[in-house]
């Protein structure tokens, strides 16, 4: 019979949405199952939230306190959908009563935090993922099965950006994630941090960094309402504003462990452009670009090519790649959203289930919180910084 | 308190599988969702697959005769994911059974069956949908919105793709797909009705065709598994073979009523092309492009935009297109096969909750039927043939 | 010591000027040069036209009547770029004084025109190329050479089009191009015939055609310029309006003497499609795709590519592709229509100097009149209509 | 009459072809011409190749020795096509003898050396350009116009690439590009300084840089043909390899004056990049995106577009673009390398002929030395760099 384990939801927003579908879906995915994700209880501290989100998301129970969860003792997984400022002190009681968590990103908002998250887990042996689920698409695993049989050679070097333009606007209102005490970070840990993730995922750890952070627009107008509209709701100019208290633009240079040198650009500010991450990566026997806007698809250049037919080869994920059998029968069915959540709690719950490794985990989250510190660091030092990278 | 509705799945694989996702994941999109739905029973001839299907989708009970869902009082819903020749007698007994009933492209395989599909919902006022899903896609919403807006002014002519490249190797497996008895006809019905939908849906009903079928590859290998794997599995060239009686390449040219001319291709011979759904629509105030392999994006051009600026925007939908509230909060998050499946879910759960008029249904299922028999017959005759159509 | 080779250019339009930069370009790209070109005389019945082609141009000589130049000894070549209905008697005289013939496209108003100019040119045993250039892009030379060395298989089916927007304003003025007595036909001879010439080299001899043609716009304003704008210059829409007599929409579906099935589609009234030549072919082993707006590429997939890593491959022409050594040592520097003329006019010469076939030349030209000529019929008559093969 | 002016042509390989095309091709293109341009004499050290110079780009002189041309006070202009170690003797000399200087890039092989060659127009009064071609392409010359309207409001932020793969394979031979002597630089001479031209041009004059510069591949088999290959003839791997002593790969981060943040990367080594000059510019009202590989087109997205219908815009540049009446009279005609050529020069001769300025001229190709020379450093010191900034 098939194993069923009990999820406690912390937080009712878009996350929350995100993770549920992915709950219910994955077993018909996945079949058999690894287990089946029972609902248990979604926590929210807005009461209104909290009982719509048991509604909306079909949990058996709402509540408003996260500890209700904690500590409950039939619950195996915590999922944290949280602002960054709530991860660590949640996380850091549910591996104490040894649930095993799933994390929205960024971790945490300091490495020191990040660090005692991560040693906490291994004492308490349990299971983890954060919840970088951009490298779970098909075509970002095909890259990575590339890579790693060397079919592109040694990687010499690569960029990768992450430009969207929900907050260009002036008057897009001050959620928090323009607000440092919540986020930690702007920019940079809202999405710069899917790069990095992707970047270490594929080229490898970083060594040292060099980053260049800006705050183009320094004061936003308080929003009248909670939940977060990630600036689709342009405030009317005349209400009050309140200091940005964190970067809108970063960008920065990285030099890996294994000699690639690369650049990251993220930005939420790049008119046009909506969810644009893209990699492109060289190595000594060909390359790799991907756009995630296009993302049923991966272009690679084999350098083995003969000279006249030789070029970028656009490669429609299906059955034939990574996840095929699981996903839909004919490629470009397509791959939205909902697919790399799927792929991302499998995973997760194989790990719990069958106790295998899981990845991103609560080391590699740390790890680029690590890589954030640096960065941070070398925006204001205007140096290179050495990345600290922690044992496993 | 949420309604609640019943549905009998009939059928279990993978179209089992995208309803499934849909029918769970459809009210956390939609909140507050018309209706919630039970998966009560799925139906497979197969004892086998229907007892998978159960555990697999998430269903309370299975059954191997599809006699015992229609016949059950409980159920609201039936939903009819066989193959092509099995949907006549099932919607038949299912609408006498007042069920509202989903059924999966084509409709049936002849007009005269699907003329009295249509006849019965009106007589036992059931709602109806056909599984014509891509016009579901929010670019394709969007391109209805500008249509009907006047914003291209009058359509004068336009071009439709569906290209895929799953059959073109002659080792491909004899799927029931190539097999006129079960399937009717062969890519025609596949998969070029889903451009007849969506070129009937934003340029208008059509007036008279001209067609060409062939069929390419004569004669394929048996497979020797019952599930259709859409020739992803290739065969050894040894394996006994037998005819293939359908069409596998079918081109033809459309006459619509209001004066726009227009060509539809469909193969799933097209090496490289894997679910090349295209359309291009010419107006007298503009034109829109749209690829179903990047379906995060619509491109439009204006008229009336001055001409050193004038050219196709390439618009990414997200909150500010159709449905937009409901999908996800950042445009090019990422819209795949479920995000389709989903929205053509809560339209027609809607259509029975609150009787409004769903789309495509019976009568549009209909009359692609008709569609489809005058370019068979035109494939005959290799003349215009005038396309039927029914006073609704 | 290189041979020259006098050219007499009769029109001093647009086209006069592509060829002339060919006629001075040619041997730098070409070296050594099969002879250099000397421009010796411009005629245009306007003689301001004509006295300017001079010195624009850079011809030695100037005229009014191109009797002059045809009976001039000294002329080896006659340069037809006026509009279409002067060809014949131009090209006959041409002929029959010996001269070898370059002719702008479509080479005449009348496939009885075509056959008779065509004839001559056996009689009188000169060299004839006729003005389809966009053949002579690398991209699409790259194709021949896939296509000939069976690295697509055989062909199954095809689309071309060619789609501009310069008529689509009502206010377009009424350039020769809408007059049936100077263009002979509309859309399908000025750009049309550019995609059967293609599809022709390409696929094969055509066969049967099953055409729609229509005219949207049926009267423009007068223009009170001579020289043809091409719609750029928009009229006021107060000034006189006269009939458009010739077809502005153009689509037809091709059956090939080698069983290859297709369709090209042509329009000057396709809002932000400015020279939108594309073709896509599919083969039994592979496929390709062009499109000169983005011309340094092709796109081609091969079947035999494993299916993890099959793809279209995205190959930018530079000097490991056909004429690569002539043109640019770097991919991509560019090939604009400077360089499509320039391989032209090298063939052309080079056909002449060496006696070597040329191509398209009259035989081809006189083809391609026929096939519009089935096309017209077709169109009348809505049924398909046999096209006429010369023998070579 | 129109002006006439002699050019000296020193060097007689790819650029010289270039410029001669462009030297017999401008005045038909631009009527009437500020001058024409008599090609008088070519030279190159290698005598067979002045010869073949001679011949094949149709001078009326050739000669080993460019002091016959520099001292010749017949020669107006003085156009430098060799190797980058000799640009600044040559032009030194030039310029004494008030010849006017048309110079391949880079401009010199140090800052110092530009210097003094800027400060000796100044004090000779003569005009010069410096061949960045690309800049000329009328789809950037279209965003420097959007950009010095305001279209795009104030620029926030940027990246640049150029990517080629002509060096990728470590047996391309040892061009002159490869040796430090004779280029002065590597990828960053060569072809980042075409980026740097482009950035400065549209964004503004750089202040600091921060740089990263590697050799990838240490030593290359010796070429035993003189004319550079660019790499396409690879060798065989048992060629005695000599050192390479320039960078192949570089990327650096810019801070400009007027606070704008950019990237630009450039390398030989990127497999299936052949001329990839991109660069993508946000600023508070729009972003523009421009790809050479597709240069007829650039993309521009204006903030002001309602939401529903804001997109990148992909305009192709056409008649009412930028020098449109001057080239193609209609879009996607096609732009080259010819047409880039063309129009640099006729700025050229338009400048000396009507005493107006030219641009990029030697201040401009000056300053791109100094800020070379400050990438240089920065890759050496790891650090920021201020760039200096002549007074013009």
Same mark, same amino acid.
């Given at each position: 019979m098939t194993k069923q384990l009990n999820v406690g939801?912390?937080?009712?927003?878009?996350? $929350?949405? $995100?993770h549920s579908v992915a709950y219910v879906s994955m077993p018909m995915f996945f079949y058999?199952?690894? $287990?089946?994700?029972?609902?248990?209880? @979604?926590?929210?501290?807005?009461?209104?939230?909290a009982k719509e989100g048991k509604e909306k998301f079909d949990f058996e129970l709402w509540s408003t306190d996260w500890r209700d969860v904690v500590n409950d003792s039939d619950i195996d997984i915590v999922d944290i959908c949280v602002p960054n400022n709530l991860h660590y002190e949640i996380a850091m009681e549910a591996i104490k009563a040894k649930k095993h968590v799933f994390c929205e990103k960024p971790m945490a908002i300091s490495s020191a935090e990040a660090i005692e998250m991560y040693e906490a887990t291994k004492q308490y042996n349990v299971k983890t993922m954060v919840a970088y689920n951009y490298r779970k698409t098909p075509a970002v695993l095909l890259a990575k099965k590339f890579i790693e049989a060397g079919d592109i050679g040694e990687i010499l070097d690569f960029r990768g950006t992450y430009l969207q333009d929900w907050s260009a &606007?002036?008057?897009?209102?001050?959620?928090?994630?323009? &607000?440092k005490k919540i986020s930690g970070t702007g920019v940079l840990g809202d999405i710069g941090t899917h790069v990095v993730d992707i970047i270490r995922y594929l080229v490898g750890e970083f060594d040292e960094v060099n980053a260049h952070m800006e705050t183009y627009i320094k004061e936003r107008p308080i929003q009248e309402f909670s939940a977060d509209k990630l600036g689709m709701h342009i405030m009317d100019s005349s209400v009050e504003k309140r200091?940005?208290?964190?970067?809108?633009?970063? +960008?920065?240079?990285?030099?890996?462990?294994?000699?690639?040198?690369?650049t990251i650009e993220a930005t939420r500010n790049a008119w046009g452009r909506k969810n644009y991450i893209t990699f492109e @990566?060289?190595?000594?026997?060909?390359?790799?670009?991907?756009?995630?806007?296009?993302?049923?698809?991966?272009?690679?250049?084999?350098? +083995?090519?003969?000279? &006249?037919?030789? !070029?970028?080869?656009?490669?429609i994920t299906g059955p034939d790649h990574p996840y095929g059998s699981n996903l839909w029968p004919?490629?470009?069915? !397509?791959?939205?959203?909902?697919?790399?959540?799927? @792929?991302?709690?499998?995973?997760?719950?194989?790990?719990?289930?069958n106790d295998k490794p899981t990845s991103p985990n609560f080391f590699d989250g740390c790890q680029i919180e690590l890589i954030c510190e640096a960065i941070i660091k070398s925006s204001q030092t205007s140096q290179w910084e050495k990345v600290q990278v922690l044992s496993q």
């Open positions: 939801m912390i937080g009712a927003g878009f996350m $929350a949405k $995100a058999p199952a690894p $287990a089946k994700i029972n609902k248990k209880i @979604i926590v929210d501290s807005n009461e209104l939230l &606007d002036p008057n897009a209102p001050l959620s928090w994630r323009f &607000d200091p940005v208290t964190v970067d809108d633009y970063c +960008n920065f240079s990285i030099k890996c462990k294994n000699g690639a040198f690369g @990566i060289h190595g000594t026997k060909g390359s790799i670009y991907f756009d995630y806007e296009n993302r049923d698809k991966i272009q690679v250049c084999f350098a +083995n090519d003969p000279a &006249d037919r030789r !070029g970028f080869r656009t490669i004919i490629p470009a069915l !397509g791959i939205g959203y909902t697919e790399t959540k799927i @792929i991302e709690c499998y995973e997760f719950i194989n790990g719990i289930v």
